[in-house]
Every structure is written in structure tokens, then in C-alpha cells.
């Protein structure tokens, strides 16, 4: 048996050493946007201050990126479906690098605010793209590691590139981290160009017959509804770490970063966690972190007085919520049939749908109460998103089409 891993959609056959550094080259872009997404969170009162906003209302530039991989997710793979891949991939990313731009040099938040918008449409259909490619090329017993390992960009740069662009912004100013993240973007789209073997795109893919085998799929709305509403309690607590690592645990403002890295170090952990949990069980690693979500947002809020004891608690929290992702990820694609593209791109709009639920939700609780009562509120979310994926979960729910007898 040759260690040879193949794949039906490359050029050629790739080796495990290519197969590491094209994946390594996409889980690069990964950690560009992720350094872009989460830096928004660690320098929220700079932006505010910035812009002249109040911290609440800046918050709805998490919100407005979100809101951008929602819409990018559907209108993007409706259009690429039957594109190259890796031509795909260097496109995403100019783009990406392109929007960071635009918000490094936003004259006011209304600007900002498109700016974030449009920042996240490439988003989703990067990360659905990459992980195609990605499993395109590993073993079919190492598909969830695959994801995984793409998805590892973005958890690293919860570790190093969010830490360092959080103290950027505070040092340089808030437009510093964006004008980096550009470039990261670019990086990508360099290692892209050189690493990543060619993938024809189907050429009897269309958008609208993608749309309609992956839309009228019962188990594709209850996985997203889980990942929508459950993911969104982890944001609920994240997108509010600054006021409650300064307001509720009592500390400095350059805590903040180290915040910031244990909640990366969680994520990486989580990640690698995940993909040996989905060789295990894709659907009980959904619900034992489900579970786990709802016991940690309560153990957040218990904790969050306590200053420096909080730290452990926040890498618990991107460490189960990392597994719910990765897990998620690859049930979507699993019901997706062969809706492929718009199957592994849809999950990250249903997590930023999360992301949008969760800084909205937790923004009210930090309105009405206080910045210590939105990981409470997560709590909330992450029990709705359990229910959800025990009703996937039921043998009742198994794979159908929406009004079909």
C-alpha cells in the first residue's frame, strides 16, 4: 500500500508532503482571517473611542462582518460552483486583503461599518473552499482531521495574531491590526499561488441546483440552526472581553491580551481535539459539546468577579466551543449530498449568524445589566443549540427533504 494520498478532483496525485504544505498554506489564510475577525472584540473601546460611538454601538461592527459571511455564503457558491478551486481561493483572498484595507483607511464608523460588511463576504466561502480541497486530498478516514487542520490557522491566530494585533491597536491605533491583516491576506494568496495543486471545479454544478438539493434538506437546517443559535453563546461572552476583564474582574487593560491568548490556546487545543473526537463520533462530539458549552458560560459567569481565576476558564470556553465547530463542520457536509461547495461554505454562515446573535444578545445584557451577565445569556443560547442537535440527533430526524412524504 503506497502512502500516497490521492484525491479524484486534483490534477495528480499528492503526496503527504504536499498534502502538508498546501494545507498548511490554507490554514494561512485561516489565521489572516482570524486575526481580522477576533481583533475587533480586543480593541472594541479603541474602535468606539476612534470613531466616537459608544462600546455597544461599535459593537455592531462584529455584527455587520457577520452579517457579511451570511449574505457572502449563499451569493458566492450560487455563482462559483462549478469554478477552479485554487482560482477561487487566490480571489477570496485579494478580496479579503482588499476590505482590510478599506477599513484600516475608514473616515468615519458608517464607513467602518460597510467596510466590515463587506470584509466578511469572502469569509465563508474561503473557509468552504479550503476544507474541499483540504479533504479533497487526505484519506477518507482523515476528513474531520483535514477540516481540522485548516481550521488550525484560525486557532492559531487566536494564540499569536489576535494577542499581537490587540496590543497593535492599542499601541499604533485602532487601524493598525486591519492594515496587517491585509497583509496576511496577501501572504496567502502568494502561498496559494505556489503550493496548492490544481482542482477543476464540476462543470455540471449550478448554482441553483446546488441550492436546491442543499435547501430543501431537513437535517442541513437543524445542523445550522445548532451551530446559529448554540456557537452564539460563545460570542456572547467573547465579543464583550475587554469591559469584562477591565469592568467585572478588576484588572488593567493590558490584561486584556492575555485574554485574548487564552482564549486562542483553548482554540487550538479544541481544534486538535476536535478532529480525533470526529473519528470517533461526529454527532456525540455534537452533543458532548453542547453540553459542555452550557456548563462553561455558567462557570464564566461565576468566575468573572474573580480576575486572573477567570483566564482558565476562557480557554475552556474556545476549547469545547472549537470542538462544536470542527464537528458541526464536517456533519454539514455529511448531509449535504453532493451540494459539496455550498454545504462546506454554509457552516460559517450559520456561525456568523451565531457571531451576530451572540454580540447583539450579550450587547443588550451589557445595556440592561452589565458586562458579567453575557456569558450568562450565552448559557441561554448554548442550551438552545444542545436541543437542536438532539433533535439531528433523534432517529426521526434523519436525512430528508423538506415536504417530503
Given at each position: 500500500?503506497?502512502?500516497?494520498?490521492?484525491?479524484?478532483?486534483?490534477?495528480?496525485?499528492?503526496?503527504?508532503?504536499?498534502?502538508?504544505?498546501?494545507?498548511?498554506?490554507?490554514?494561512?489564510?485561516?489565521?489572516?482571517?482570524?486575526?481580522?475577525?477576533?481583533?475587533?472584540?480586543?480593541?472594541?473601546?479603541?474602535?468606539?473611542?476612534?470613531?466616537?460611538?459608544?462600546?455597544?454601538?461599535?459593537?455592531?461592527?462584529?455584527?455587520?462582518?457577520?452579517?457579511?459571511?451570511?449574505?457572502?455564503?449563499?451569493?458566492?457558491?450560487?455563482?462559483?460552483?462549478?469554478?477552479?478551486?485554487?482560482?477561487?481561493?487566490?480571489?477570496?483572498?485579494?478580496?479579503?486583503?482588499?476590505?482590510?484595507?478599506?477599513?484600516?483607511?475608514?473616515?468615519?464608523?458608517?464607513?467602518?461599518?460597510?467596510?466590515?460588511?463587506?470584509?466578511?463576504?469572502?469569509?465563508?466561502?474561503?473557509?468552504?473552499?479550503?476544507?474541499?480541497?483540504?479533504?479533497?486530498?487526505?484519506?477518507?478516514?482523515?476528513?474531520?482531521?483535514?477540516?481540522?487542520?485548516?481550521?488550525?490557522?484560525?486557532?492559531?491566530?487566536?494564540?499569536?495574531?489576535?494577542?499581537?494585533?490587540?496590543?497593535?491597536?492599542?499601541?499604533?491605533?485602532?487601524?493598525?491590526?486591519?492594515?496587517?491583516?491585509?497583509?496576511?491576506?496577501?501572504?496567502?494568496?502568494?502561498?496559494?499561488?505556489?503550493?496548492?495543486?490544481?482542482?477543476?471545479?464540476?462543470?455540471?454544478?449550478?448554482?441553483?441546483?446546488e441550492a436546491g438539493r442543499f435547501f430543501t434538506n431537513k437535517q442541513v437546517w437543524l445542523t445550522m440552526l445548532a451551530g446559529a443559535i448554540g456557537f452564539g453563546g460563545m460570542f456572547a461572552a467573547y465579543s464583550?472581553?475587554?469591559?469584562?476583564?477591565?469592568?467585572?474582574?478588576?484588572?488593567?487593560?493590558g490584561a486584556v491580551p492575555w485574554f485574548v491568548f487564552a482564549f486562542g490556546i483553548g482554540m487550538v487545543v479544541g481544534t486538535w481535539v476536535a478532529g480525533e473526537m470526529a473519528r470517533w463520533s461526529v454527532m456525540?462530539?455534537?452533543?458532548?459539546?453542547?453540553?459542555?458549552?452550557?456548563?462553561?458560560?455558567?462557570?464564566?459567569?461565576?468566575?468573572?468577579?474573580?480576575?486572573?481565576?477567570?483566564?482558565?476558564?476562557?480557554?475552556?470556553?474556545?476549547?469545547?466551543?472549537?470542538?462544536?465547530?470542527?464537528n458541526l463542520q464536517v456533519r454539514l457536509m455529511d448531509v449535504a449530498d453532493d451540494a459539496v461547495t455550498l454545504g462546506a461554505a454554509m457552516n460559517h454562515a450559520s456561525l456568523n449568524i451565531a457571531n451576530a446573535?451572540?454580540?447583539?444578545?450579550?450587547?443588550?445584557?451589557?445595556?440592561?445589566?452589565?458586562?458579567?451577565?453575557?456569558?450568562?445569556?450565552?448559557?441561554?443560547?448554548?442550551?438552545?443549540?444542545?436541543?437542536?442537535?438532539?433533535?439531528?440527533?433523534?432517529?426521526?430526524?434523519?436525512?430528508?427533504?423538506?415536504?417530503?412524504?
Open positions: 500500500m503506497t502512502d500516497t494520498v490521492s484525491t479524484t478532483t486534483a490534477a495528480r496525485p499528492v503526496t503527504p508532503a504536499r498534502f502538508t504544505i498546501a494545507v498548511l498554506a490554507l490554514a494561512m489564510g485561516g489565521f489572516a482571517i482570524g486575526t481580522t475577525e477576533f481583533v475587533t472584540m480586543g480593541v472594541l473601546p479603541e474602535i468606539a473611542e476612534g470613531v466616537g460611538v459608544g462600546t455597544s454601538t461599535a459593537g455592531h461592527l462584529i455584527s455587520a462582518y457577520a452579517v457579511g459571511v451570511v449574505v457572502g455564503v449563499p451569493i458566492l457558491s450560487f455563482f462559483v460552483a462549478h469554478l477552479p478551486r485554487k482560482g477561487l481561493l487566490l480571489a477570496l483572498m485579494a478580496a479579503y486583503a482588499l476590505f482590510n484595507v478599506l477599513s484600516a483607511v475608514a473616515v468615519d464608523f458608517h464607513m467602518l461599518l460597510v467596510a466590515r460588511f463587506l470584509d466578511g463576504l469572502p469569509h465563508g466561502a474561503y473557509f468552504g473552499v479550503a476544507t474541499i480541497v483540504a479533504t479533497s486530498m487526505a484519506k477518507p478516514s482523515h476528513r474531520g482531521r483535514a477540516v481540522a487542520l485548516v481550521m488550525l490557522g484560525l486557532s492559531v491566530a487566536n494564540v499569536i495574531g489576535v494577542p499581537f494585533a490587540t496590543w497593535l491597536g492599542q499601541t499604533a491605533g485602532w487601524r493598525a491590526p486591519y492594515a496587517a491583516a491585509a497583509g496576511l491576506a496577501l501572504l496567502t494568496v502568494v502561498l496559494v499561488q505556489i503550493s496548492v495543486p490544481h482542482f477543476p471545479g464540476d462543470p455540471n454544478a449550478t448554482g441553483r441546483s464583550y472581553i475587554s469591559p469584562i476583564v477591565t469592568d467585572t474582574a478588576g484588572l488593567a487593560e456525540g462530539s455534537l452533543l458532548a459539546s453542547s453540553l459542555g458549552m452550557i456548563a462553561v458560560l455558567g462557570l464564566f459567569w461565576l468566575v468573572a468577579p474573580t480576575g486572573w481565576w477567570l483566564a482558565p476558564v476562557a480557554f475552556l470556553t474556545t476549547a469545547v466551543a472549537s470542538v462544536l465547530v470542527i446573535l451572540g454580540a447583539f444578545a450579550g450587547g443588550i445584557a451589557l445595556d440592561t445589566w452589565s458586562a458579567r451577565e453575557a456569558p450568562l445569556v450565552g448559557a441561554g443560547l448554548a442550551g438552545a443549540g444542545f436541543k437542536g442537535n438532539a433533535e439531528s440527533a433523534h432517529p426521526d430526524a434523519r436525512r430528508c427533504r423538506v415536504g417530503a412524504s
